[in-house]
């Protein structure tokens, strides 16, 4: 499996939560660096707890099926 599925799997996983509050995440990119670029949509978009739900709950996601990664940040 190509990391773009890989990481697409693992969103998907939590795509469930961020949905109960309003919100989702979409996959933009994964750089040659392993840094994985996601879009915040909904209301992940304006959340003030965005931060948090990115580093422990996305990138820890991800982190258990892509072990290579080295960061995830947020894009518009």
């Known amino acids: 499996m190509d990391k773009l599925n890989t990481v697409e799997e693992a969103l998907n ?8 509050d309003g919100g989702d995440v979409s996959l933009v990119a ?14 992940c978009r ?7 739900t990115m580093k ?5 996601a991800i982190r258990k ?8 940040v947020a894009v518009d």
Do not use: Q, T, W, Y
């Open 13 to 20: 996983s939590i795509r469930p939560f961020l949905k109960m």
């Open 30 to 43: 994964i750089d040659d660096d392993n840094v994985v670029k996601i879009k915040l949509l909904g209301n």
């Open 46 to 52: 304006s959340c003030d707890m965005s931060h948090m």
């Open 56 to 60: 422990a709950g996305i990138e820890e």
């Open 65 to 72: 099926v892509f072990p290579e990664l080295k960061n995830v």
